[in-house]
T-cell receptor, first 115, second 113 residues
């Protein structure tokens, strides 16, 4: 129940296209869903995050869509650029049971944007 | 504002040895979490500290331990190293426990031979 399932494992998109990465969870106590971007040799960088009281959040070219009833959320990267080529991780956490920063991560999606 | 710093960045140890990794959080951040990243298991939570107290611990053997100092800096220790401990160890900081915005350091790449 603590798992976050992420798909696809890898994704190839043409420059200017839309990249879509999906995640699903089981634990209904999760109340914060961040996405992290990781480049080789670097630590994950917080990209965008959403709470379950909204269905969509947009920051620049990055949008999170959230479906509470389906327990799914997704990251959309509009106008994908070669510089977006990285590994993307979804995650989830909850303060239910006590304040914590413990993140449950998905397995990651390796995105390659071809020029 | 400086980000999360981790030292050393790279480390090579032999099986059976022990290792200590260090993490300095973003200035003003009082909560530190540690994660292990491997190709096979992905990103896994090790433990988190707030105000020098361990608040949560992941499913790792007792060989993995940590602590936090009064200046919020944190160390993690792995004793009796095994080959499977080879991984990228990441530290993340946030303002307080339960503050969801966490910022990761570059990690320490540990190789056990």
């Amino acid at each position: 129940q603590q798992q976050v399932k992420q798909s696809p494992q890898s994704l190839i998109v043409q420059k200017g296209g839309i990249s879509i990465i999906n995640c699903a969870y089981e634990n209904t106590a999760f109340d914060y869903f961040p996405w992290y971007q990781q480049f080789p040799g670097k630590g994950p960088a917080l990209l965008i995050a959403i709470r379950p009281d909204v269905s969509e959040k947009k920051e620049g070219r990055f949008t999170i869509s959230f479906n509470k009833s389906a327990k799914q959320f997704s990251l959309h990267i509009m106008d994908s650029q070669p510089g977006d080529s990285a590994t993307y991780f979804c995650a989830a956490t909850s303060n239910y049971g006590g304040a914590t920063n413990k993140l449950i991560f998905g397995t990651g999606t390796l995105l390659a944007v071809q020029p | 504002k400086a980000g999360v710093t981790q030292t050393p960045r790279y480390l090579i140890k032999t099986r059976g040895q022990q290792v200590t990794l260090s993490c300095s959080p973003i200035s003003g951040h009082r909560s530190v979490s540690w994660y292990q990243q491997t190709p096979g298991q992905g990103l896994q939570f090790l433990f988190e500290y707030f105000s020098e107290t361990q608040r949560n611990k992941g499913n790792f053997p007792g060989r993995f331990s940590g602590r936090q100092f009064s200046n919020s800096r944190s160390e993690m220790n792995v004793s009796t190293l095994e080959l499977g401990d080879s991984a990228l160890y990441l530290c993340a900081s946030s303002l307080i426990a339960g503050d969801y915005e966490q910022y990761f350091g570059p990690g320490t790449r540990l190789t056990v031979t």
